[in-house]
């Protein structure tokens, strides 16, 4: 999964007056020619920031985006495909351990950065905030929101900032597996019992027009991208990316046997590209701003997974004391 | 009952204890208190997920009707699993789940030890492999256990409360039946007294280390191998059938 084009205005720190032109200049030279940026090198602030806002909502997604799977874990119709699920999600998990050890090497903890994500300060991608109502919904997550996912990634395990680039190599791999795996459940359903089909081809009807807004705000919209592009965070903008998905995914639908709901998706034969509808950006801000539909429930339950964990944890510490206690 | 469906019946049976602790886990993907366990979580829930499926295909030769692992998983009702009552019980807490690991995988992984040397070539070659898988698990488990029980007053009440509650779900690992007994007797299978000394040793040793009591003798629950089972049961195989019964003859 991954972190959404949430270009979020950008916040000033005294920080950032305190920077020569010359640092950043030199900066700029590195990033320009292809360098990787290292933990321990001199950044500008705000690339730090803006990395550490990025590594760790991609983190928080990966970490939020258990639930709406792991909702169909005890219903997955055969074992098979519960152990496919299953591996999945255990992946998405360790995808949001090695994100959260990336945004670490930022000069972060861990312990901040969830307690963000509890206090409603930090974002996760507005897709799990969308319901899996049927089982055919984690085949369509796995197709199309793994799918846009990873037209996001693919560029960015070319980013400046070494260890975030190094960690997407490994999460790139995993999730074009996740993609052929939900693609494969919507195959099976596409040529099984006309039940099976109605229940892909609804699931296409609820998560097309969500995973078109993963890539987030139309480019004139978008506040950071032209910086983010310039550090070499961003390689293409949005719209860009959200074009290649389209023009990737509808001959897929087609090929399941299935209708992207858009009647104003045709392909252009002068572009070689395929049109889209207008994309309800109210619904994508309503949504960010906590009004989607599971919104609430994913936060509750992160919420109670760490509350009830307290006590473990504190016995966790004090079992650690007790023996360095000993030891001493 | 012959060798034969002895055989069958004991096959199943494993399959039976490793898919019904198996979905147990799964209920608790993303509720675990450290991303770390969350990992461990469904690794540990994908190795007991994966030995049913391998023993569940094996009953279906052996049986020769044409079933398959989804057959004995999706298509039989509650009596007809014969997994022991420890397992089907409720998640709980974090304390309730790591004592009902330490108790059940304590026995499992004697069990097997022993089941490596059968002479059912099939069983040893699964056994051998599920073996590792648990010897892992039991490690981190009991780590986990040593420290909710010398951890804080608190942690140690509430796996205190974990233990004795569990701990009358435990003699029915142990008891021979029919099935055990020809499976002894025909397949040089495992010696479930001798098990049992082994286990209660093993467990004794971390309940101490854990500065936890050990629960007395009473009563032992008992049932689930022939079919009986807890309340517990039926929702949980309602809830992990419904797509094969709604839809049935559909392959997914």
């Not at chain 2, 044409?66 to 022991?84: K, P, T, V, Y």
């Not at chain 2, 022993?114 to 069983?123: E, H, S, T």
Request: hydrophobic content about 40%.
């Amino acid at each position: 999964m991954y972190t959404q084009g949430l270009d979020q205005k950008g916040q000033s720190d005294k920080r950032d007056g305190l920077e020569s032109a010359a640092d950043r200049k030199a900066f700029q030279k590195r990033v320009d020619a292809e360098e990787k940026i290292e933990a321990k090198d001199w950044m500008p602030e705000a690339y730090r920031r803006t990395l550490i806002r990025q590594i760790s909502q991609h983190a928080h997604s990966e970490i939020i985006g258990m639930q709406p799977e792991g909702n169909w874990l005890t219903r997955a119709p055969s074992l098979k495909r519960k152990a496919i699920l299953l591996a999945k999600i255990q992946d998405e998990a360790g995808h949001g351990l090695y994100l959260y050890s990336a945004a670490e090497t930022l000069g972060v903890s861990r312990d901040q950065m969830v307690g963000d994500l509890l206090s409603g300060k930090a974002k996760y991608s507005s897709i799990f905030n969308y319901p899996t109502l049927t089982w055919a919904d984690i085949g369509a997550i796995g197709w199309l929101v793994d799918g846009a996912a990873i037209m996001n990634q693919i560029p960015l395990c070319r980013c400046s900032y070494g260890p975030y680039a190094r960690a997407m190599v490994r999460i790139c791999k995993e999730e074009s597996f996740h993609q052929r795996q939900g693609f494969d459940i919507l195959v099976e359903l596409c040529k099984g019992t006309p039940e099976q089909k109605a229940m892909a081809q609804d699931a296409l009807n609820r998560w097309w027009w969500p995973s078109l807004m993963m890539f987030g705000p139309s480019d004139a919209e978008s506040k950071h991208s032209a910086q983010s592009m310039a550090w070499k965070i961003k390689r293409f903008s949005n719209d860009e990316l959200r074009q290649k998905f389209i023009d990737v995914t509808v001959p897929q639908a087609e090929f399941l046997g299935l209708k992207v709901p858009d009647d104003e998706c045709i392909l252009d034969k002068q572009t070689g590209h395929y049109r889209h509808g207008e994309i309800d950006w109210q619904e994508f801000i309503e949504v960010l701003k906590g009004n989607g539909p599971c919104n609430k429930q994913r936060m509750e339950k992160r919420r109670n997974a760490h509350e009830d964990g307290r006590w473990v944890r504190e016995a966790a510490r004090a079992y650690a004391e007790k023996r360095a206690a000993k030891a001493a | 009952m012959n060798r034969e469906q002895a055989l069958l019946a004991y096959v199943s049976r494993l399959g039976d204890n490793a898919l019904i602790l198996g979905q147990r886990m799964v209920e608790l993907v993303a509720a675990y208190p450290e991303l770390e366990e969350e990992l461990a979580n469904a690794n540990f829930a994908l190795d007991f997920i994966g030995q049913a499926r391998m023993f569940y295909t094996y009953a279906g030769e052996l049986e020769g009707k044409g079933r398959g692992e989804d057959d004995f998983a999706f298509l039989r009702d509650e009596n007809e699993f014969r997994n022991i009552l420890l397992i089907e019980q409720p998640n709980g807490h974090f304390g309730d789940s790591i004592t009902k690991l330490v108790l059940f995988e304590s026995f499992y992984l004697l069990l097997l030890e022993a089941l490596k040397r059968c002479a059912d070539q099939r069983v040893a070659e699964i056994a051998a492999r599920a073996e590792k898988e648990i010897r892992y698990h039991l490690r981190h488990n009991t780590q986990w256990f040593l420290r909710l029980g010398d951890g804080t007053d608190e942690s140690h009440e509430r796996v205190q409360g974990s233990l004795d509650n569990l701990w009358q779900y435990t003699g029915e690992m142990f008891a021979a039946d029919e099935i055990d007994q020809i499976f002894a007797a025909s397949f040089n299978g495992p010696d479930l007294d001798a098990i049992h000394d082994q286990w209660m040793m093993n467990v004794t040793a971390i309940i101490c280390e854990a500065t936890l009591a050990q629960p007395g003798d009473g009563w032992m629950a008992s049932g689930g191998k022939q079919g009986h089972h807890s309340e517990h049961l039926g929702y949980m195989i309602a809830e992990m059938q419904y797509l094969q019964r709604t839809h049935a003859g559909a392959t997914w």
